[in-house]
């Protein structure tokens, strides 16, 4: 294939693009050499950068050695993106599934955006197969028509008459067979095809089966190479100094110690801290524990955790914005016959990816080159180009695999990407460095789920039906001062701050949700497994088990009569219920011991989950989780088994907020620094999850987060269940629990 | 100078005798399989066998491994254990992010080891100290169980 061929397809690609076509971008390239560059992470650009070579297309190439690499415009973070992205490929293409391996593309937002977020290229809200559902299709459609084209014109036989099966083309009258591989240099000179029909779901063969995870090989062997395994020549490792509070500057600082440690190269001082750069971790941490700085805390926030809270209790005895309401529900509370009411707090929460947050900057002639666990390409690429005076494209940035992010990464800042931009900078660019944030740096560095209050109350009438509902939130906007802020917060109201509560889905007549934002907060908050989600079910599904309580009604039963106008929300709990054995009584405990069911359901990321949770509470009050029974309606399957695994890690997720995390501040100081103070569920704490994923022909909707809501609350209602008590704060406070 | 037997090689290594076994693998050695998840002892993601029992190499410094066998995530398939449990992984699927997992995997090449047909009780106490922020849990439980059935 010729380079004009090449700049051919690319220029038609992008003016289909241009047209509004659902990015059909993709073309077929020859290697020069015969070798076809390993698929992975971190690839981004590469064969651009290398003339004769792989010309990376928008979404796939096939190589003379029948690789077929799929080009994931989504981070692999550990959701299972890089295999469902390529089921939806593959599937469509009839390539065999052993063939398959899959890049990161590099940070294009006109050939790579969310579809669902305009012009911006990231993956966040469980929008991933969502947004990709037709695109990936299309585009492994097109790339099949071109192969068949290729064909038929080889073979001198109809199209129409062509079959393709895992890999191979064949014209079965003539009994002429050829691999992908062998017609990808003619597949290449076949025009684009302008429409392309694709399967009716019933000739599906990898969608709604199992297409083993491509990403499992490499990252059983220690191969799979994250942010921080990269390697560049000449490269630094950073280790910075950050100021003991949010909002505190470096003031002035003595390296004098520190430059003497061995290894260390170099100390600079960066907005957000002091660097100390060496030439290996170890060195550069020792650097760092060897540096004193002054920092200026004028600008420091010096409030702690249970003063921002009693603060939020204050408000909630206001009225706050109005971010929903039905009916008249002031009138109804007039006239009740019966009142329920409970408060409820929430903590900061900490993502803690298993990896810490780090990144490799290079500073080159022709731009800057970043490697990352990527998630906000655009948005990091544009803050990265502002501080050097580039234009964006000007910054390549190579998506390694994430190690965890639970929205860490989607940073609605570019917070350390800039962070180690700065450092090089710094420098002058003499290095490419790689910034390691350690686990204290990590877990101290803010961006947490932010810390709210809850208040609720409800109103029976004569008869004990429930007839008005209120609730009041309190806690900081993360959408403030983002790039989402204009399209996202409406009239004052931060929608993920009330998704969850102001779209509460039981039909009460009277309904009022109130929010409070208080602006005078300094500590950073970000998106966390679920957003808003992570607390507003807990209040609403723990707070409806109370009313239900208080009307004598059976949680299950009173759910389904409230839910009538939403069936996907009915069917995920009818199911979760009787897949547990709902109303049967539970095995008995040891002596002691006391055991309880508890349910809760919940929409989040147009998924719908419905869960059960067993729970045995000891004398002593330390609980056990036995059982999670989950029932998950997110539209098509198009990966079961990768469904499975987002519920039941979900599960673990949530629990492990539930029983053990907070991270609370001191006089403005972050208490927590490592896993000690910040626990994570571990091996013997795990429920049996089980998971049932209802059939469904609707397009396919989120699963890495929508398992997380209904767990807490789900355990919650069992503890309530098992002992009589309600648990209003999160983490659970066992020592209520003693028998 | 300091020299490691690791992965049944001699390597001499220029690092100062208190640096952890962890940063000599991973930015001396390029051994980058060994993750760093907290530096304490507290993840298990750096676990890595010192005469075949596993250890946190965050917290062990060069000076104290001075010629004992030391085996990392990069030399599993040499053993027919190793090989039995990266294959139950990838059998069922375990990974998630991925980032725990080679210290996830050596812990339970350890264990089965030691205990052909771990119960339970066996698996919650050798992975205690190794965390997975994914909860991938039940299916390291699982695979660990598909391992041990593998080796009969
Ligand atoms: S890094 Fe060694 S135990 Fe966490
Ligand atoms: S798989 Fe992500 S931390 Fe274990």
Sequence with gaps: MTNANRNDIRNLSRRRFLQGGAGLTLGFCLPAAAAAPAAGPGKAGEGLAVPGAFTPNAFVRIGTDDTVTVISKHLEMGQGTYTGLATLLAEELDADWKTVAVEGAPADAARYNNLFWGPAQGTGGSTAMANSWE???????????????????????????????????????????????????????????????????????????????????????????FTLDVRLPGMLVAVVAHPPRFGAKPKSFDAGRARSVKGVVDVVQIPQG???????????KKGRD?????????????????EILAGYRELAKKPGLVAGQAGDADGAFAKAAKLVSATYDFPYLAHAAMEPMNCVVRLAPEGLEVWNGEQMHTGDQHALAGLFGLKPEQVTIHTMYAGGSFGRRASKDADYVLEAAQIVKAIGGKAPVKMVWLREDDMRGGYYRPLFHHALEAALDAEGKLVGWRHRLVGQSILAGSPFESAMVKDGIDVVSVEGAA?????????????????????????????????????????????????????????LELLSGHPRHAAVLRVAAEKADWGRPLATAKAGDRRGRGVAVHESFNSFVAEVAEVTVGRDGGIRVDRVVCAVDCGTAINPDNIRSQVEGAVGFALSAALHQAITLTEGRVDQGNFDGFPLLR????????????????P??????????????????????????RLRRMPFDLSSLKA | MIELDINGVRRRLDVEPDTPLLWALRDTLQLTGTKYGCGQALCGACTVHVDGTPVRACSVPVSSVVGRRIATIEAADRGRIGRAVQDAWRRLDVVQCGYCQSGQIMSAIALLARIRKPTDADIDGAMAGNLCRCATYQRIRAAIHEAARALG
């Design chain 1, 700 to 725: 396919p909707t989120g699963i890495g987060e929508p398992a997380v809501p209904p767990l807490a609350p789900a355990v919650a209602n069992a503890i309530s269940a098992a002992t009589g008590k």
């Design chain 1, 290 to 306: 060897a540096l004193s700085v002054t920092w200026d805390e004028q600008g420091a926030f010096r409030r702690g955790s249970e």
């Design chain 1, 274 to 284: 002091v660097a100390v750069l060496a030439r290996d971790t170890w060195s550069a």
């Design chain 1, 135 to 225: 695109q990936m299709r299309k585009a492994g459609a097109a790339a099949r028509a071109m192969l068949v084209a290729a064909a038929a014109r080889r073979w001198g036989v109809p199209a129409a008459e062509i079959t393709v099966r895992a890999g191979w083309v064949s014209h079965p009258a003539s009994k002429r067979n050829a691999r992908f591989g062998q017609l990808a240099a003619d597949a290449a000179k076949e025009a684009v095809p302008a429409e392309v029909t694709l399967k009716d779901p019933r000739e599906f063969r990898l969608i709604g089966r199992r297409a083993p995870r491509r990403d499992s090989a490499a990252k059983t062997d220690g191969t799979a190479m």
């Design chain 1, 503 to 559: 779209n509460l889905p039981y039909s009460i007549p009277n309904l009022r949700v109130e929010l409070h934002t208080p602006k005078d907060v300094g500590v950073p908050v970000l998106w966390w497994r679920s957003v808003g989600s992570s607390h507003t079910a807990y209040s609403t599904e723990t707070f409806l088990d109370e009313v239900a309580a208080a009307m004598g009604r059976d949680p299950v039963a009173l759910r």
């Design chain 1, 683 to 698: 091996m013997g704490e795990m429920p049996k999850v089980e998971v049932h994923i209802l059939p469904s022909e609707a």
